[in-house]
């Protein structure tokens, strides 16, 4: 039978302020009845955790009421720096920060609509059995217009940035490089079968031998014309390999989209009209 707290207590020295905070949370939650699941996910779940890693959670209610004890149990941790309390997908939502730099990141839902443990997810508490079943999420794998639609927004991104280094706000064109680096990355994940790819750089990271798309370093840039238009250059030939490479994969499955209006996923790899017509301007300028 799984032991939480000996779980919590090898989690080893460099994760000291971790083991305190899931220590602290999981006696309060075990004290109060309304609680029927407490999971813990991500790099501490999973074994990659490290000094700076925050504690992703996850708390089953079978008791709406019992949401209003959250901020106090939080709070009783240990001294707080803030918290904040905002809804996250539909879910109340609360993150905090401790003085000592411990982080927690707390999401609560009814206990019945979680099927089960996804993978590399720990099951700190769970009284009715509900975690003993594997589960594997949805997002865990792009859906089947996901990648089309990275694709799309990466090149309208690159469209938005001819705009304005014309115009020569650098700045919002920027914030446009960010967004298409943001696409690169989630087709890169797409294509190399990497979990949750719609995190994109973070997914990517967190694969035990990290493969990021070649020359990503390029498409980074600060605010001077030159150099914004070399990386947004340089993006576009990245948003294409890593269309290509994602289209690879729909070819063997329905995992990268099977292509429709405005992209498809022929021979050529995920592609669009788009590219031609975006780079022109951007050779241009």
Known sequence: MFDARAWIAGLGPDLAVQARLLAGLLTAVEADPRWEWLELGCSV??????????LDLGLGYLDEAALSVVIDILRGL????DLSAQPYDGMPRWWVQYADGGQIDLVALPAERR???PPESVALL????RLAVAWTP???RAGPDDPRHWLMDGWEALSNIVKYVRRGSLLEALEQLHRVRERIFQLWAVGGG?????????????????VLPP???AAYAVPERGSVVAAARSSAELLHLAGVRAGARA?????AGAGGPGGSAGPGGLDTPLRAYVGERLAAL
């Open 138 to 140: 949805s997002a865990r």
């Open 115 to 117: 099927p089960g443990l």
């Open 251 to 255: 070819r063997s499955g329905v995992e």
């Open 215 to 217: 020359g990503i370093e």
């Open 78 to 81: 240990g001294p707080v720096v």
């Open 126 to 129: 769970d009284r009715a059995g």
């Open 45 to 54: 779940a999973n074994g990659r955790g490290d000094e700076l890693s925050d």
């Open 194 to 210: 990497v979990a949750y790819p719609a995190f994109g750089l973070t997914s990517l990271l967190d694969e035990p031998e990290p």
